[in-house]
């Protein structure tokens, strides 16, 4: 064990610069007021260029958590590791959380820009401020620097292993614990690269409780591995950056993924060394999907599941108001019905409670995905399906947005077919598939020979002679029921049993397809003039 005095020495041959204390930084952040329940909490991704969906499911309850609660919600950009970051990874994240509807209060707001008085928020700008903190911990003798190799390390694992006890850099086996100052000048003088380590004083003997809000209450083992705090780049490790920011931005609740529960012991052991009060914390299982055949689960994976990526919404055209519909469905299953007795609501009216969390962890499943994204769909108005389907389209599908600003009202009408009245039509899942409902009705998209082939149940000779009946008595003026009654009329006329089986001919002839839309609704869409046309040239 060094002296005091020893550990204050060793402090300024390690960081001579470092000239602050950690009671200078903390000048500089001063506690927040917060109102009785009001809530602090960060979203804080790494820019690696990927947005997982489990993103903006977390993001998604921390906003929906401040705004019924009231209370500050932050963007913090994880940094440190430069080998996984990529150039406009932090754009990147603020669009792709902005596209739902997910804004912050503070933080990085852009590549290069933040809004807020608690920054820096990009941990690669805060290096000076857990230099000052290593040092604190240098001076009160909880870190120490650590010049082990990485062979070295491959040599006690091996040796361990042989023993048969715990592999890890703990107790005994942290060689560089209580190194003497002249080895550690030594070191220095010879340029030697070095990390910093805490210096546990936890024991693995020991329990202790904790309260984890999704959780409950957990019984956790002490942590006892000198981790390292600041890697020999200057880099702080997550686990060190993490009380620092947390507590220097007032946060109040964690709310994070669950890869981070086991690290808990060393994090409560570090809040306490550095002197910080320990934060509430939430561990969000990840989202999971069912595999092989159902028979197992397994987490929704970056590399195998497209619908993992943020970015497959966002070219599908997926309504987002659909996608976070369900994402608050996963959270709290309860979602739903709140949603049948709240129509037109929109999602973030729901009281979210993270005791209702699914602890095991929520699954993920497209099909029910696409399920409420179409269920939300069917809840717009024509001119919303337009205005939503034109600003995809503009992005990713320029055809269709020519087509739609050349035919606005036309447009309008097709997306209104079968919109009002109590069966509304629901085929919509992502706008992305307008196409489908555009095709029908625009010459240059529709197939040039009908899709669906009728020739066995009506001849070619008898399909002709039901049209030719047919446009005689087609008028665009009759009603739903009278147009009805014509069909019928002209079924019985030519000796068909079914009234069906004449309006599949006129649905073939008009669309091509023996499946569409309304057929009474698709020609008042459509007007005289091309129901006319199609018919005549399928009539040839
Ligand atoms: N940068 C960490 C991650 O992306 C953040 C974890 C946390 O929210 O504390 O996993």
């Not at 060793?10 to 204390?21: G, H, I, Y």
């Not at 209370?71 to 990529?86: C, H, N, S, Y």
Request: net charge negative; charged share 30%; proline share 3%.
């Amino acid at each position: 064990m060094r002296t005091p005095e020893e550990n204050i020495q060793l402090a300024n041959m390690l960081f001579p610069e470092v000239k602050e204390t950690p009671e200078d930084i903390e000048k500089k952040y001063p506690k927040r007021e917060l109102k009785k329940g009001e809530m602090v909490l960060r979203f804080a991704p790494s820019p690696t260029g990927f947005l997982h969906i489990g993103s903006v499911f977390v993001s998604l309850i921390d906003r929906i958590l401040t705004n019924q609660k009231g209370g500050t919600f932050i963007l913090r950009i994880e940094d440190t590791d430069k080998t996984r970051e990529v150039e406009g990874g932090i754009n990147m994240i603020v669009k792709g959380l902005e596209g739902f509807g997910i804004s912050f209060d503070e933080g990085m707001t852009g590549d290069d820009k933040s809004k807020g008085e608690y920054g820096p928020y990009l941990q690669s700008k805060r290096l000076d401020i857990y230099k000052v903190y290593a040092k604190d911990m240098i001076v009160n003798g909880n870190a120490y620097p650590c010049f082990i190799t990485e062979e070295e390390l491959g040599e006690i694992r091996k040796k361990q292993e042989e023993m048969g006890v715990r592999t890890g850099y703990y107790g005994n086996w942290a060689k560089w614990r209580n190194a003497s100052l002249e080895e550690i000048q030594q070191k220095l003088n010879n340029g030697e690269k070095f990390a910093i380590r805490l210096y546990s004083t936890g024991n693995m003997e020991n329990s202790f409780k904790m309260q984890d809000l999704i959780k409950g209450n957990v019984t956790l083992r002490e942590n006892d591995v000198d981790t390292i705090l600041l890697k020999s780049d200057g880099y702080p490790t997550y686990h060190f950056a993490h009380p620092i920011d947390d507590t220097l931005m007032g946060i109040t609740l964690v709310t994070r993924a669950d890869e981070w529960f086991a690290s808990l012991p060393l994090h409560v052991e570090l809040f306490k060394k550095l002197g910080f009060e320990l934060p509430q914390y939430c561990h969000f299982s990840p989202l999971q999907k069912l595999d092989n055949e159902g028979k197992s689960r397994r987490k929704l994976s970056k590399r195998k599941d497209p619908e993992a990526d943020v970015q497959y919404y966002i070219d599908h055209g997926y309504p987002k108001e659909g996608v976070k519909e369900y994402l608050l469905n996963v959270a709290n299953s309860n979602f739903y019905d709140w949603k049948v007795q709240n129509p037109g609501k929109i999602s973030t009216g729901f009281v979210l409670k993270l005791e209702k969390f699914n602890k095991s962890g929520a699954l993920f499943d497209i099909v029910k995905l696409d399920d409420m994204c179409k269920d939300y769909i069917a809840t717009l108005t024509a001119q919303q399906v337009y205005d939503m389907a034109l600003e995809w389209a503009e992005v990713y599908n320029k055809n269709i947005a020519e087509l739609l600003k050349n035919n606005r009202e036309y447009c309008i009408n097709i997306f209104n077919i079968e919109r009002e009245g109590n069966k509304i039509r629901k085929d919509l899942v992502k706008f992305e598939d307008i196409s489908t409902q555009l095709d029908i009705f625009f010459d240059e998209l529709l197939e040039k020979e009908p899709v669906d082939d009728i020739s066995e149940k009506v001849s070619k000779e008898k399909q002709v002679e039901i049209l030719k009946e047919y446009i005689q008595v087609y008028d665009t003026n009759d009603d739903q029921t009278q147009w009805f009654e014509k069909v019928k009329v002209l079924a019985s006329k030519l000796g068909y049993e079914k009234v069906g089986d004449v309006a599949m001919v006129i649905r073939v002839a008009l669309t091509h397809r023996t499946k569409s839309p309304d057929l009474y609704q698709v020609m008042k869409v459509m007007g005289k003039e091309k129901v006319m046309q199609r018919l005549e040239k399928y009539i040839g």
